[in-house]
Protein backbone atom coordinates (compact mmCIF):
# COMPACT_ATOMS: atom_id res chain seq x y z
CA UNK A 1 0.00 0.00 0.00
CA UNK A 2 1.37 3.37 -0.71
CA UNK A 3 0.05 5.17 2.16
CA UNK A 4 -3.03 4.63 4.42
CA UNK A 5 -4.28 8.22 5.85
CA UNK A 6 -4.54 9.27 9.55
CA UNK A 7 -2.55 5.93 10.75
CA UNK A 8 -1.61 6.21 14.36
CA UNK A 9 2.03 6.40 14.97
CA UNK A 10 3.00 4.37 17.78
CA UNK A 11 6.16 5.77 19.48
CA UNK A 12 8.16 3.68 21.92
CA UNK A 13 10.75 4.32 24.19
CA UNK A 14 14.04 2.08 23.22
CA UNK A 15 15.38 2.51 26.57
CA UNK A 16 11.82 2.64 28.74
CA UNK A 17 11.49 -0.24 31.59
CA UNK A 18 9.81 -3.93 30.63
CA UNK A 19 9.26 -6.53 32.41
CA UNK A 20 12.45 -7.56 34.19
CA UNK A 21 13.11 -10.92 33.36
CA UNK A 22 15.07 -11.72 30.26
CA UNK A 23 13.84 -13.31 27.06
CA UNK A 24 10.41 -12.53 28.40
CA UNK A 25 9.47 -11.35 25.07
CA UNK A 26 10.29 -15.01 23.17
CA UNK A 27 6.97 -16.73 23.37
CA UNK A 28 5.08 -14.02 21.28
CA UNK A 29 7.37 -12.79 19.31
CA UNK A 30 8.61 -16.12 17.86
CA UNK A 31 4.68 -17.29 18.19
CA UNK A 32 3.76 -14.53 15.66
CA UNK A 33 7.04 -14.97 13.07
CA UNK A 34 6.28 -18.36 12.62
CA UNK A 35 2.77 -18.85 12.76
CA UNK A 36 1.74 -15.50 11.23
CA UNK A 37 4.85 -14.10 9.03
CA UNK A 38 6.51 -17.09 7.58
CA UNK A 39 3.36 -19.32 7.34
CA UNK A 40 1.81 -16.25 5.52
CA UNK A 41 4.06 -15.27 3.20
CA UNK A 42 4.62 -18.91 2.32
CA UNK A 43 1.61 -19.06 1.32
CA UNK A 44 1.31 -15.34 -0.12
CA UNK A 45 4.67 -17.27 -2.04
CA UNK A 46 2.58 -20.23 -3.39
CA UNK A 47 -0.43 -18.39 -4.47
CA UNK A 48 1.82 -15.58 -6.28
CA UNK A 49 3.25 -18.54 -8.24
CA UNK A 50 0.21 -20.12 -8.87
CA UNK A 51 -0.84 -16.55 -10.04
CA UNK A 52 1.74 -16.38 -12.68
CA UNK A 53 1.59 -20.02 -13.96
CA UNK A 54 -2.42 -18.95 -14.80
CA UNK A 55 -1.35 -16.17 -16.54
CA UNK A 56 1.10 -17.76 -18.38
CA UNK A 57 -1.57 -19.95 -19.17
CA UNK A 58 -4.29 -17.06 -20.14
CA UNK A 59 -1.71 -15.77 -22.72
CA UNK A 60 -0.88 -18.83 -24.08
CA UNK A 61 -4.67 -19.88 -24.59
CA UNK A 62 -6.77 -16.97 -24.43
CA UNK A 63 -9.83 -17.53 -23.73
CA UNK A 64 -12.44 -16.20 -20.98
CA UNK A 65 -12.11 -19.08 -19.35
CA UNK A 66 -8.40 -18.80 -18.91
CA UNK A 67 -9.35 -15.04 -18.14
CA UNK A 68 -11.57 -16.24 -15.57
CA UNK A 69 -8.62 -19.04 -14.13
CA UNK A 70 -5.85 -16.13 -13.90
CA UNK A 71 -8.61 -13.63 -11.77
CA UNK A 72 -9.58 -16.39 -9.85
CA UNK A 73 -5.81 -16.88 -8.99
CA UNK A 74 -5.11 -13.43 -8.68
CA UNK A 75 -8.03 -13.01 -5.97
CA UNK A 76 -6.04 -15.52 -3.51
CA UNK A 77 -3.02 -14.18 -3.78
CA UNK A 78 -4.56 -10.64 -2.89
CA UNK A 79 -6.23 -12.51 0.16
CA UNK A 80 -2.62 -13.76 1.20
CA UNK A 81 -1.58 -10.55 1.06
CA UNK A 82 -4.27 -9.37 3.84
CA UNK A 83 -2.44 -11.89 5.97
CA UNK A 84 0.82 -10.54 6.22
CA UNK A 85 -0.12 -6.70 5.22
CA UNK A 86 -0.04 -5.67 8.85
CA UNK A 87 3.73 -5.69 9.36
CA UNK A 88 6.02 -3.53 6.98
CA UNK A 89 9.19 -4.73 8.61
CA UNK A 90 11.55 -7.15 7.67
CA UNK A 91 12.46 -8.47 3.84
CA UNK A 92 9.78 -6.52 2.63
CA UNK A 93 11.08 -3.35 3.00
CA UNK A 94 13.77 -4.30 0.54
CA UNK A 95 13.26 -2.21 -2.81
CA UNK A 96 10.26 -0.40 -1.75
CA UNK A 97 8.38 -4.21 -1.99
CA UNK A 98 5.66 -3.44 1.03
CA UNK A 99 4.16 -0.39 -1.38
CA UNK A 100 5.07 -2.18 -4.81
CA UNK A 101 2.74 -5.12 -3.57
CA UNK A 102 -0.28 -2.68 -3.27
CA UNK A 103 -0.21 0.37 -4.74
CA UNK A 104 -3.24 1.87 -3.26
CA UNK A 105 -5.21 4.37 -2.93
CA UNK A 106 -4.40 5.24 -6.10
CA UNK A 107 -6.65 8.43 -6.17
CA UNK A 108 -5.09 9.72 -9.81
CA UNK A 109 -4.88 6.76 -11.72
CA UNK A 110 -1.19 6.53 -12.01
CA UNK A 111 -1.06 2.73 -12.37
CA UNK A 112 -3.76 2.49 -15.71
CA UNK A 113 -1.21 5.35 -17.24
CA UNK A 114 1.97 3.82 -16.31
CA UNK A 115 1.09 0.28 -17.83
CA UNK A 116 -0.37 2.10 -20.84
CA UNK A 117 2.62 3.69 -21.45
CA UNK A 118 4.87 0.60 -21.20
CA UNK A 119 2.31 -1.20 -23.26
CA UNK A 120 2.85 0.61 -25.49
CA UNK A 121 7.09 0.29 -25.61
CA UNK A 122 8.68 -2.93 -26.35
CA UNK A 123 8.14 -5.84 -23.84
CA UNK A 124 12.08 -6.55 -24.17
CA UNK A 125 12.84 -3.64 -21.91
CA UNK A 126 11.28 -5.39 -19.14
CA UNK A 127 14.07 -8.38 -19.55
CA UNK A 128 16.94 -6.04 -19.02
CA UNK A 129 19.03 -5.63 -15.97
CA UNK A 130 17.83 -3.90 -13.14
CA UNK A 131 14.69 -2.96 -15.04
CA UNK A 132 12.41 -3.83 -11.87
CA UNK A 133 14.14 -2.22 -9.16
CA UNK A 134 14.14 0.83 -10.87
CA UNK A 135 9.97 0.57 -12.18
CA UNK A 136 7.71 2.69 -10.64
CA UNK A 137 5.96 0.66 -7.72
CA UNK A 138 2.84 1.29 -9.24
CA UNK A 139 3.26 -1.10 -11.97
CA UNK A 140 5.31 -3.96 -10.27
CA UNK A 141 2.42 -5.68 -8.06
CA UNK A 142 -1.25 -6.84 -7.27
CA UNK A 143 -2.83 -3.18 -8.00
CA UNK A 144 -0.91 -3.34 -11.68
CA UNK A 145 -2.28 -6.99 -11.64
CA UNK A 146 -5.41 -5.97 -10.52
CA UNK A 147 -5.57 -3.39 -13.55
CA UNK A 148 -4.44 -5.55 -16.55
CA UNK A 149 -7.07 -8.16 -15.15
CA UNK A 150 -10.02 -6.22 -14.88
CA UNK A 151 -9.45 -2.81 -16.26
CA UNK A 152 -11.56 -1.99 -19.60
CA UNK A 153 -8.39 -0.16 -20.85
CA UNK A 154 -6.81 -3.95 -20.97
CA UNK A 155 -7.67 -7.10 -23.22
CA UNK A 156 -5.46 -10.06 -22.31
CA UNK A 157 -7.72 -12.02 -24.76
CA UNK A 158 -7.46 -9.68 -27.37
CA UNK A 159 -4.46 -7.49 -26.49
CA UNK A 160 -1.12 -10.03 -26.95
CA UNK A 161 0.86 -6.78 -25.73
CA UNK A 162 -1.66 -6.68 -22.63
CA UNK A 163 -0.76 -10.00 -22.05
CA UNK A 164 2.85 -10.11 -22.10
CA UNK A 165 2.92 -7.14 -19.89
CA UNK A 166 0.39 -9.23 -17.68
CA UNK A 167 3.04 -11.98 -17.40
CA UNK A 168 5.99 -9.89 -16.95
CA UNK A 169 4.26 -8.15 -13.83
CA UNK A 170 3.15 -11.73 -12.47
CA UNK A 171 6.52 -13.19 -12.86
CA UNK A 172 8.06 -10.22 -11.03
CA UNK A 173 5.57 -9.94 -8.48
CA UNK A 174 6.30 -14.12 -7.86
CA UNK A 175 10.06 -13.09 -7.68
CA UNK A 176 9.42 -10.28 -5.34
CA UNK A 177 7.24 -12.59 -3.00
CA UNK A 178 9.03 -15.65 -2.93
CA UNK A 179 12.47 -13.36 -2.00
CA UNK A 180 10.56 -12.04 1.01
CA UNK A 181 9.42 -15.76 2.58
CA UNK A 182 13.01 -17.19 1.83
CA UNK A 183 14.43 -13.95 3.79
CA UNK A 184 12.10 -14.83 6.42
CA UNK A 185 12.00 -18.11 6.56
CA UNK A 186 16.20 -18.14 6.49
CA UNK A 187 16.21 -15.33 9.42
CA UNK A 188 14.77 -13.73 12.53
CA UNK A 189 12.81 -10.64 13.54
CA UNK A 190 15.87 -9.69 15.56
CA UNK A 191 18.20 -9.39 12.14
CA UNK A 192 16.49 -7.10 11.39
CA UNK A 193 16.62 -4.19 14.50
CA UNK A 194 20.04 -2.67 14.48
CA UNK A 195 22.16 -0.79 17.91
CA UNK A 196 22.40 2.44 15.82
CA UNK A 197 24.35 4.39 18.59
CA UNK A 198 26.14 1.07 20.27
CA UNK A 199 24.87 1.60 23.18
CA UNK A 200 23.21 -1.94 24.01
CA UNK A 201 19.31 -2.91 23.87
CA UNK A 202 17.55 -6.24 23.71
CA UNK A 203 16.36 -7.10 19.99
CA UNK A 204 13.90 -9.36 21.41
CA UNK A 205 12.01 -6.24 22.40
CA UNK A 206 12.76 -3.59 19.74
CA UNK A 207 11.44 -6.50 17.20
CA UNK A 208 8.00 -6.72 19.49
CA UNK A 209 7.79 -2.81 19.28
CA UNK A 210 7.91 -2.76 15.75
CA UNK A 211 5.59 -5.55 15.64
CA UNK A 212 3.10 -4.14 18.27
CA UNK A 213 3.60 -0.43 16.15
CA UNK A 214 2.38 -1.67 12.96
CA UNK A 215 -0.41 -3.70 14.01
CA UNK A 216 -1.62 -0.75 15.92
CA UNK A 217 -1.42 1.24 12.89
CA UNK A 218 -2.66 -1.12 10.60
CA UNK A 219 -5.74 -1.63 13.08
CA UNK A 220 -6.63 2.39 12.69
CA UNK A 221 -5.72 1.72 8.48
CA UNK A 222 -8.75 -0.71 8.14
CA UNK A 223 -11.07 1.57 9.94
CA UNK A 224 -10.46 4.34 8.13
CA UNK A 225 -8.87 3.76 4.81
CA UNK A 226 -10.61 0.85 4.63
CA UNK A 227 -14.17 1.18 6.01
CA UNK A 228 -14.65 4.86 6.72
CA UNK A 229 -13.45 6.89 3.30
CA UNK A 230 -14.75 4.79 0.51
CA UNK A 231 -18.52 5.05 2.11
CA UNK A 232 -17.85 8.83 2.73
CA UNK A 233 -18.35 7.90 6.69
CA UNK A 234 -17.19 11.13 7.97
CA UNK A 235 -17.00 12.89 4.16
CA UNK A 236 -17.84 12.35 0.43
CA UNK A 237 -19.01 8.31 -0.69
CA UNK A 238 -16.37 7.60 -3.59
CA UNK A 239 -16.72 3.52 -3.27
CA UNK A 240 -13.40 3.43 -6.07
CA UNK A 241 -11.54 4.08 -3.19
CA UNK A 242 -12.31 0.78 -1.56
CA UNK A 243 -9.25 -1.91 -1.74
CA UNK A 244 -9.26 -4.30 -4.32
CA UNK A 245 -12.68 -2.61 -5.32
CA UNK A 246 -12.27 -3.62 -9.35
CA UNK A 247 -12.29 -8.04 -8.26
CA UNK A 248 -14.80 -6.99 -5.51
CA UNK A 249 -12.41 -7.91 -3.08
CA UNK A 250 -12.60 -4.64 -0.45
CA UNK A 251 -15.18 -6.90 2.13
CA UNK A 252 -13.21 -10.24 1.85
CA UNK A 253 -10.01 -8.14 2.69
CA UNK A 254 -11.51 -6.63 5.63
CA UNK A 255 -12.34 -9.93 7.30
CA UNK A 256 -9.14 -11.23 6.29
CA UNK A 257 -7.92 -8.13 8.62
CA UNK A 258 -9.92 -8.77 11.10
CA UNK A 259 -9.00 -12.83 11.48
CA UNK A 260 -5.39 -12.54 11.13
CA UNK A 261 -6.23 -9.70 14.38
CA UNK A 262 -7.12 -12.71 16.56
CA UNK A 263 -4.42 -15.04 15.67
CA UNK A 264 -1.56 -12.07 15.97
CA UNK A 265 -2.96 -12.18 19.79
CA UNK A 266 -2.84 -15.67 20.54
CA UNK A 267 0.28 -16.87 18.91
CA UNK A 268 3.01 -18.19 21.00
CA UNK A 269 4.04 -19.62 24.58
CA UNK A 270 3.21 -17.56 26.32
CA UNK A 271 1.35 -15.44 23.44
CA UNK A 272 0.28 -11.16 23.86
CA UNK A 273 -2.80 -12.80 25.11
CA UNK A 274 -1.11 -14.57 27.94
CA UNK A 275 0.72 -11.88 29.21
CA UNK A 276 -2.37 -9.23 28.97
CA UNK A 277 -4.09 -12.14 31.05
CA UNK A 278 -1.05 -11.67 34.01
CA UNK A 279 -1.38 -8.21 33.79
CA UNK A 280 -4.89 -7.21 33.77
CA UNK A 281 -7.25 -10.13 33.26
CA UNK A 282 -10.01 -7.93 32.59
CA UNK A 283 -9.17 -6.32 29.94
CA UNK A 284 -7.19 -8.73 28.03
CA UNK A 285 -10.74 -10.79 28.12
CA UNK A 286 -12.16 -7.41 26.60
CA UNK A 287 -9.43 -7.30 23.76
CA UNK A 288 -10.29 -11.33 23.28
CA UNK A 289 -14.03 -10.60 22.85
CA UNK A 290 -13.76 -7.46 20.91
CA UNK A 291 -11.22 -9.63 18.07
CA UNK A 292 -14.47 -11.60 17.90
CA UNK A 293 -16.56 -8.92 17.51
CA UNK A 294 -14.78 -7.10 14.96
CA UNK A 295 -15.05 -10.41 12.51
CA UNK A 296 -19.07 -11.02 13.77
CA UNK A 297 -19.91 -8.15 13.00
CA UNK A 298 -17.55 -8.19 9.27
CA UNK A 299 -18.92 -11.22 8.41
CA UNK A 300 -22.90 -10.05 8.53
CA UNK A 301 -22.08 -7.16 6.04
CA UNK A 302 -24.21 -7.50 2.84
CA UNK A 303 -21.83 -9.08 0.71
CA UNK A 304 -22.56 -6.39 -1.71
CA UNK A 305 -21.64 -3.55 0.40
CA UNK A 306 -18.89 -1.78 -1.31
CA UNK A 307 -20.71 -2.24 -4.84
CA UNK A 308 -21.89 0.63 -6.38
CA UNK A 309 -24.47 -0.49 -7.97
CA UNK A 310 -26.46 -1.49 -4.82
CA UNK A 311 -29.19 -0.13 -3.62
CA UNK A 312 -27.78 1.24 -0.86
CA UNK A 313 -28.00 5.24 0.10
CA UNK A 314 -24.76 6.62 1.59
CA UNK A 315 -26.72 6.53 4.73
CA UNK A 316 -27.67 2.84 4.42
CA UNK A 317 -24.01 2.22 4.07
CA UNK A 318 -22.69 4.17 6.95
CA UNK A 319 -25.60 3.06 9.42
CA UNK A 320 -24.99 -1.03 8.28
CA UNK A 321 -21.19 -0.22 8.96
CA UNK A 322 -21.52 1.96 12.01
CA UNK A 323 -21.10 -1.19 14.77
CA UNK A 324 -17.80 -2.46 13.12
CA UNK A 325 -16.55 0.87 13.12
CA UNK A 326 -17.10 1.34 17.13
CA UNK A 327 -16.12 -2.33 17.43
CA UNK A 328 -12.75 -1.64 16.09
CA UNK A 329 -12.13 1.32 17.83
CA UNK A 330 -12.96 0.03 21.30
CA UNK A 331 -10.41 -2.73 19.84
CA UNK A 332 -8.14 -0.16 19.41
CA UNK A 333 -8.46 1.44 22.73
CA UNK A 334 -7.96 -2.37 24.40
CA UNK A 335 -4.40 -2.75 22.69
CA UNK A 336 -3.13 0.55 23.74
CA UNK A 337 -4.31 -0.20 27.35
CA UNK A 338 -2.65 -3.91 27.03
CA UNK A 339 0.72 -2.62 25.03
CA UNK A 340 0.56 0.03 27.59
CA UNK A 341 0.20 -1.83 30.91
CA UNK A 342 2.87 -4.32 29.77
CA UNK A 343 5.58 -1.02 30.00
CA UNK A 344 5.47 0.29 26.94
CA UNK A 345 5.34 4.08 26.41
CA UNK A 346 3.09 5.05 23.74
CA UNK A 347 2.27 8.28 21.80
CA UNK A 348 -0.63 9.34 19.22
CA UNK A 349 0.47 11.41 16.20
CA UNK A 350 -1.97 11.67 13.11
CA UNK A 351 0.05 11.15 9.79
CA UNK A 352 -2.49 12.10 6.96
CA UNK A 353 -2.40 11.04 3.48
CA UNK A 354 -2.57 13.33 0.18
Request: charged share 20%.
Amino acid sequence: MKHFPKLIALVISATSPLLASAGQWEGPLNGIVDKIVKQGYSAYSDSSKILQQSTTTLCGSPSQETLQSAQDAFQQNALDWQQVQWLNFGPVTYFMRYYAFEYWPDKKGVTQRQLRTLAQGNPDVMDAHKFWTKASIAVRGLTAIESLLYHPDFEPIHSAKHCQLLKKVTMHHLESADAVATQWQNGKAQDWVFDEEGMGFDPEKIALEQFLQQWVEHMSAVKDAKLETPIGYNGRENLKLAEFYRSDLPLKAIQQNLKSYREIYHAGSPSLFDMAKQKDPALAEKFEVQLTQNLKLALQLPSDFFHSDANYSQEKRIALAKPLVQSISNSQSYLTSIVTQLGFQIGFNSRDGD
